[in-house]
């Protein structure tokens, strides 16, 4: 069994006096995609800024078997620790090659200076982004967006990257490329964690799962057993395919 690259005890976190985080104790073992679904407004975006220092937290954080919970974000982004947030945070006013290249600068500081090849394995993975490679990142479309803040990240090399719900506001199509990209990318040993609303495109490309509810870990798993579970399926999958059907 794969070690954990990510440990996570008792994690308490939140905004000013309001905690959101009530104790979340989590696991990411190497090379897996670790997936954390529940509701809007259950904690699942303050988990992944609190496990990269945007947040103040209590708990205890280990990475690669060491703790962290002094780092700062720019040192846990040096560890090899990438977000991807909701929001994208690109340049628009760069184009897409420039905002790639503005993701490599763990790499370039550790003396890998090899851009262009790791630009060329980016753009391998999103083929459109090729394309698109000298047009404002301001203009592209939702899908396309995501993919550069994506393919932005991996220009990193992280070891742990952790994608906050990549779905969202996205066509169903477009959905099903990014997710098999994330598939693609367990290929390659990364490991993910990945934060959905969307429980069953999130359950069929994970390896395990957490349901996050009002700031706790109520149900957790191998992510087949979790989408077979009567409650995962009542709450999340069941009102999917109702929307589905719809």
Do not use: W
Not at 68 to 86: Q, S, Y
Not at 166 to 195: E, N, W
Request: aromatic share 4%; proline share 5%.
């Amino acid at each position: 069994m794969a070690a954990p690259l990510l440990d996570v005890r008792d994690l308490h976190a939140g905004y000013g006096r309001a905690e959101v985080l009530h104790g979340l104790t989590i696991t990411a073992r190497a090379g897996k995609v670790i997936t954390v679904i529940g509701p809007n407004g259950a904690g699942k975006s303050t988990l992944l800024n609190a496990l990269m220092a945007a947040l103040p937290a209590l708990g205890t954080v280990e990475y690669d078997g060491a703790p962290i919970g002094l780092c700062t974000l720019e040192e846990r982004v040096m560890l090899g620790m990438a977000l991807v947030p909701e929001t994208r945070a690109l340049f628009a006013t760069l184009s897409v090659e420039d905002n790639l290249l503005l993701g490599a600068y763990r790499p370039f500081r550790l003396g890998q200076k090899d851009s262009a090849r790791s630009l060329n394995e980016v753009f391998t993975l999103f083929p459109r982004l090729r394309e698109r490679r000298a047009q404002l990142a301001g203009t592209l479309s939702g899908g396309e967006r995501q993919m550069l803040a994506v393919g932005r990240a991996l220009m990193g090399k992280p070891r742990l990257l952790m994608l906050d719900e990549p779905s969202l506001g996205l066509a169903p199509l477009v959905v099903r490329d990014i997710f098999s990209t994330i598939a693609a990318l367990r290929a390659t040993g990364v490991t993910i964690l990945l934060v959905e609303q969307n429980a069953r495109a999130a359950l069929e490309v994970a390896d395990y799962g957490y349901v996050l509810e009002m700031g706790e870990i109520v149900l957790e798993g191998p992510a087949q057993d979790l989408a077979q579970d009567p409650r995962v399926v009542e709450t999340y999958l069941g009102a999917s395919r109702k929307k589905a059907q719809g």
